[in-house]
């Protein structure tokens, strides 16, 4: 049978671990907003860059103007002869996946966090059994703290999606395929390739998220744009799956 003396180390143990990962967490989600900061520049600028090309450098420094100059490199916008009008859309996977990395960072620490939270709920009942009140208010206080580190969550200042939609060109069927990692695998081959075959000569934003996002051409191990075009969509989703664990939890408690 397990005493009192055993739920007590385990609540220490178990506040020492909060208190470890709480930091760990915050830089995580800080490194996140950072990354995700730089990368919304880079996609701008290569949006700007694309703007000016064939602008004379004198009139470009006018059409932007002396703000953006405190903003954006003005050597990676000021005008070129040629650019790709596809630039804006391979920093954007570039981007997407370095975040999609750092967001499993997040991830492996609210899993923790989650863990955490089930081991003070059994925490908590055995405290009430005992008529340990002032455990159970440490265990609480202590539960309040991890629920709200579970739902901490990076600020995106804008979505990357709407970001492409601006940007978005019409392109040809090849260079859309070209921007994609096709999904090969033997069991959609069949699946993909009618998909594939399905394809308009020309590519627009909408064609461009339906073969992307609802059909799925992207290989699930690098499936970036999906990514890109179901954050909204699935950060809500987590974030009701989350609500409704906590849910469950209190009808326990």
């Given at each position: 049978?397990?005493?009192?003396?055993?739920?007590?180390?385990?609540?220490?143990?178990?506040?020492?671990?909060?208190?470890?990962?709480?930091?760990?967490?915050?830089?995580?989600?800080?490194?996140?907003?950072?990354?995700?900061?730089?990368?919304?520049?880079?996609?701008?600028?290569?949006?700007?860059?694309?703007?000016?090309?064939?602008?004379?450098?004198?009139?470009?420094?006018?059409?932007?103007?002396?703000?953006?100059?405190?903003?954006?490199?003005?050597?990676?916008?000021?005008?070129?002869?040629?650019?790709?009008?596809?630039?804006?859309?391979?920093?954007?996977?570039?981007?997407?996946?370095?975040?999609?990395?750092?967001?499993?960072?997040?991830?492996?620490?609210?899993?923790?966090?989650?863990?955490?939270?089930?081991?003070?709920?059994?925490?908590?009942?055995?405290?009430?059994?005992?008529?340990?009140?002032?455990?159970?208010?440490?265990?609480?206080?202590?539960?309040?703290?991890?629920?709200?580190?579970?739902?901490?969550?990076?600020?995106?200042?804008?979505?990357?999606?709407?970001?492409?939609?601006?940007?978005?060109?019409?392109?040809?069927?090849?260079?859309?395929?070209?921007?994609?990692?096709?999904?090969?695998?033997?069991?959609?081959?069949?699946?993909?390739?009618?998909?594939?075959?399905?394809i308009p000569t020309k590519v627009d934003f909408n064609t461009?998220?339906?073969?992307?996002?609802?059909?799925?051409?992207?290989?699930?191990?690098?499936?970036?744009?999906?990514?890109?075009?179901?954050?909204?969509?699935?950060?809500?989703?987590?974030?009701?799956?989350?609500?409704?664990?906590?849910?469950?939890?209190?009808?326990?408690?």
């Open positions: 049978m397990t005493t009192i003396t055993t739920w007590n180390k385990r609540l220490k143990k178990v506040y020492a671990e909060v208190k470890e990962i709480e930091p760990l967490l915050t830089a995580a989600i800080k490194q996140y907003e950072s990354m995700y900061s730089h990368g919304v520049k880079k996609i701008m600028q290569a949006n700007l860059k694309e703007i000016m090309v064939g602008v004379p450098k004198e009139e470009a420094v006018e059409l932007l103007g002396p703000k953006l100059l405190d903003v954006f490199e003005w050597n990676g916008v000021l005008p070129v002869e040629k650019y790709s009008k596809f630039n804006a859309l391979i920093w954007s996977k570039r981007i997407q996946r370095e975040l999609d990395q750092q967001d499993e960072v997040i991830r492996y620490y609210r899993n923790r966090l989650w863990r955490i939270h089930s081991l003070l709920e059994k925490l908590g009942e055995a405290y009430k059994k005992n008529y340990e009140k002032k455990k159970v208010r440490k265990v609480f206080e202590l539960m309040h703290q991890v629920t709200y580190l579970i739902f901490m969550r990076p600020y995106r200042t804008t979505d990357i999606a709407y970001l492409i939609e601006m940007c978005f060109f019409t392109m040809s069927k090849n260079d859309f395929l070209s921007l994609l990692t096709i999904d090969h695998s033997k069991e959609r081959a069949e699946e993909v390739k009618s998909y594939i075959d399905s461009f998220c339906h073969f992307v996002h609802d059909w799925v051409l992207e290989d699930e191990n690098s499936a970036v744009f999906f990514s890109i075009l179901s954050h909204i969509n699935v950060e809500a989703a987590v974030q009701r799956y989350d609500k409704y664990k906590l849910e469950q939890a209190k009808q326990k408690s």
